[in-house]
């Protein structure tokens, strides 16, 4: 038995993780971004999971955790909140790390999961001894706790992968899933090579099978997937993670009735297509917020899931000198799913002040000084070394505070009996029983067949939640997006009673949760509209004295309408800067939206690098932001730029961009000005491949206002004759 002093520490866990009763309120949680600012600058590719012990616990990659400092092998940490947080240190030090690892090879991206009785982590491995020199393979260690201590195996769950040339793929970012067949699956994969899902073995400790690949190469990175609704949502990291000031990092998403795919966009677009889709998860939005993306999912108690991810500060970039490692904090965001998607802050993008804190307590009204007062039947006993107490539930229990009439979600690591039941208001019933999960409300009643291997014996999370007319049990490993069996029922007028949550049959019952649900957002923020015509040109007439030129390009034609401009063999990145440009004057007034519509044909599948035209917002060569539909190797991307001197000593120039909708042949193009509160002049990107619905991305602020214009150019194919790209128009709108 353990002493008085450790029982009263460990119910005191449950307290801090039951919150307080009904009668009292819990204040209001905040948190503001960065939320490793209190002991971290940096804390890149994080991945987080609530612990046995009631703690959120997060990891991330093996950078230097400040300016000067050492680089860890993979970092921990955990709060309670979401408010405060505690360092706890490295995953591996010289002596645990992986034997396998060459020598200097980096750790990246850790995946954090539980299932069979441990905690997971899998991760990138930069280099091995198989082919010391960079050939990056998939890592798995497995510890007793969440802070460890973890044990590495005695080799790769994904071996590295030869790319035929002499080189090897960019095996790196792993991501697990538990899927509803009840196979573990492993994600992994990066820009070099596409991102592929290979099955692994029962433990999760091995590939098994031929992996399928499930994302062309040079799009995505960084992958994580979970199930909702029947859906697979695959989710992946795009552009530059790593530009400093230039980092335009977002992520984007498709979906599948399968963990194999193939993923979809929201537009039908497939993430393996030449032409790559990808709907918006989130992007920057012309605040500080730079490059948000390498992302991962947690629920919280209240079901409202949220997105960490690492992101840029554009003031400060650097954790060290210009060009060196980038200062990438750990963020927190909400999420909400509009018409089957999900959406940081409703498309709003990364938050900059105070915003409500994940929901970490409940209402039951469980304290240290009287553990039985929660649950009526159920016994309290001391946890092992993970957590703390459990309740141990054989016959009935309830909870003495009424479960609140209306939204309702029910919360618990459960250890099943033969069978379990939860109840809710008296009318909703979820039960565990003969390897089903049951759900009935009324003379309404759905199952699903758990896996045939399902371990009742484990810990596993069971959430059962009303919201609305929508009822949905769900049973999983660890609350990360993973599913073992989920059962939905709609009842059109469902009003639950305020009446005890009850639990029949046997469990043992951890970090238990009963909260009204959260309430959902489900219409997406506004985007910019365009008002009255402004001004513009529609090329119906040889350019007149609104327009100008930056290197005059004489191969540029106006007619029939159209303004035709061959591909120039030049660029505009770098020191390179011998593209033509072509500005027309812009409107007084603080906002407004410039428009064209481009015709260019870059084909697909086959490479072109860097065929493109768009438009451009620029101050000068060194200055400038460039919305261009692109050829990038074998895909085709509507990719905003970024150039500007990152390095006033030299003059260096660093250059980023983000990925924004879907490339088309001929493809409709926004940039939206405005002027925000601190006098700083943005521009936000928008396109559309039909003229009518459009895809509004990311935004990039310049120190002035700049000239709007038109630009062709990037063909280095050696093309005869080259691509012509034809504009239609470049007009400016009110902005409304």
């Given amino acids: 038995m353990p002493s008085k002093r450790l029982l009263a520490a460990a119910l005191a866990v449950v307290a801090v993780a039951a919150g307080t009763s009904a009668a009292t309120a819990a204040p209001v949680v905040t948190t503001t971004n960065a939320i490793s600012s209190s002991f971290a600058d940096t804390f890149a590719d994080p991945s987080i999971i609530q612990g046995r012990d009631g703690y959120w616990y997060a990891y991330a990659t093996s950078d230097p955790l400040v300016a000067n400092g050492p680089f860890g092998l993979m970092h921990m940490a955990r709060t309670k909140d979401f408010s405060s947080w505690e360092y706890l240190g490295t995953v591996f030090n010289d002596q645990t790390k992986p034997a396998w690892a060459a020598p200097g090879s980096f750790f990246w991206a850790p995946d954090i999961r539980y299932f069979d009785g441990h905690y997971v982590m899998y991760f990138t491995v930069t280099d091995t001894n198989a082919n010391p020199g960079g050939d990056p393979a998939i890592g798995v260690a497995t510890a007793p706790t969440p802070a460890g201590p973890w044990t590495a195996t005695d080799g790769p769950v994904v071996t590295p992968k030869p790319d035929g040339n002499g080189g090897f793929y960019g095996t790196i970012d792993p991501a697990m899933l538990t899927a509803?067949?009840?196979?573990?699956?492993?994600?992994y994969g990066g820009?070099?090579?596409?991102?592929?899902?290979?099955?692994?073995?029962?433990?999760?400790?091995?590939?098994?099978?031929?992996?399928?690949?499930?994302?062309?190469?040079?799009?995505?990175?960084?992958?994580?997937?979970?199930?909702?609704?029947?859906?697979?949502?695959?989710?992946?990291?795009?552009?530059?993670?790593?530009?400093?000031?230039?980092?335009?990092?977002?992520?984007?998403a498709g979906r599948s009735r399968s963990p194999?795919?193939?993923?979809?966009?929201?537009?039908?677009?497939?993430?393996?297509?030449?032409?790559?889709?990808?709907?918006?998860?989130?992007?920057?939005?012309?605040?500080?917020?730079?490059?948000?993306?390498?992302?991962?999912f947690i629920t919280d108690v209240a079901g409202q899931d949220h997105i960490v991810y690492h992101a840029i500060d554009r003031g400060t970039p650097w954790l060290t000198n210009p060009f060196g490692i980038n200062r990438r904090p750990m963020l927190i965001d909400k999420i909400d799913w509009v018409d089957g998607w999900p959406r940081t802050r409703a498309g709003l993008g990364p938050s900059e002040g105070p915003v409500p804190a994940p929901t970490t307590g409940s209402s039951l009204g469980i304290d240290s000084t009287d553990p039985a007062a929660g649950l009526q039947g159920a016994?309290?006993?001391?946890?092992?070394?993970?957590?703390?107490?459990?309740a141990s539930i054989a016959g009935?229990?309830?909870?003495?505070?009424?479960?609140p009439a209306g939204s309702l979600r029910v919360e618990a690591d459960v250890r099943l009996g033969n069978s379990f039941s939860t109840v809710l208001g008296n009318q909703v019933v979820a039960t565990v029983a003969n390897n089903r999960l049951t759900l009935t409300i009324g003379r309404r009643t759905t199952s699903v067949d758990l896996p045939a291997d399902f371990d009742r014996t484990q810990w596993n999370k069971l959430s059962v939640q009303v919201s609305g007319s929508s009822v949905t049990a769900?049973?999983?490993?660890?609350?990360?997006?993973?599913?073992?069996?989920?059962?939905q029922l709609s009842v059109p007028g469902l009003k639950l009673a305020s009446a005890p949550v009850r639990w029949l049959g046997s469990a043992e019952v951890d970090n238990l949760t009963v909260r009204p649900v959260a309430k959902p957002v489900t219409k997406l923020a506004d985007v910019p509209q365009t008002g009255d015509l402004l001004s513009g040109d529609d090329f119906n007439r040889p350019l007149g004295a609104d327009w100008s030129w930056v290197r005059p390009d004489d191969k540029a034609t106006v007619a029939d309408g159209k303004l035709s401009w061959p591909l120039e063999n030049a660029d505009m990145t770098g020191s390179s800067n011998n593209a033509g440009l072509l500005f027309h004057s812009v409107p007084a007034g603080d906002s407004w939206i410039a428009e064209t519509k481009l015709h260019?044909?870059?084909?697909?599948?086959?490479?072109?690098?860097?065929?493109?035209?768009?438009?451009?917002?620029?101050?000068?060569?060194?200055?400038?932001?460039?919305?261009?539909n692109v050829a990038i190797w074998k895909t085709r991307q509507t990719e905003y730029g970024r150039e500007l001197v990152a390095r006033p000593s030299d003059g260096a120039t660093s250059y980023g961009a983000a990925a924004i909708g879907r490339s088309a042949p001929t493809l409709w193009m926004r940039l939206a000005y405005h002027r925000n509160a601190a006098g700083e002049h943005v521009y936000r990107a928008g396109t559309s491949v039909d003229g009518k619905n459009w895809t509004w991305g990311a935004s990039w602020v310049l120190p002035a206002a700049a000239k709007i214009g038109l630009y062709a150019h990037g063909e280095f194919t050696g093309a005869n004759p080259p691509p012509v790209a034809t504009f239609d128009y470049l007009k400016f709108y009110e902005s409304r």
């Fill in 474 to 487: 769900r049973l999983n490993d660890s609350g990360l997006g993973d599913v073992y069996g989920e059962a």
């Fill in 260 to 296: 194999r795919g193939p993923f979809v966009d929201a537009d039908g677009a497939a993430l393996t297509d030449s032409r790559v889709g990808g709907t918006t998860v989130i992007t920057q939005n012309g605040n500080k917020w730079i490059g948000p993306g390498h992302h991962a």
């Fill in 191 to 252: 820009f070099y090579g596409g991102i592929s899902v290979t099955e692994l073995s029962a433990d999760g400790m091995h590939a098994v099978g031929a992996p399928t690949q499930v994302t062309i190469g040079d799009r995505y990175e960084g992958s994580y997937v979970v199930y909702r609704d029947g859906w697979y949502y695959f989710m992946g990291s795009s552009m530059n993670c790593c530009a400093g000031p230039t980092t335009g990092y977002s992520v984007f």
């Fill in 600 to 628: 260019l044909d870059t084909g697909a599948g086959d490479v072109r690098n860097y065929q493109q035209a768009g438009m451009i917002a620029y101050l000068n060569d060194s200055d400038f932001a460039r919305l261009g």
């Fill in 396 to 403: 009935a229990a309830q909870t003495r505070q009424p479960a």
């Fill in 379 to 390: 016994t309290k006993q001391p946890g092992d070394s993970v957590g703390g107490p459990t």
């Fill in 180 to 187: 509803a067949d009840g196979k573990r699956y492993l994600y």
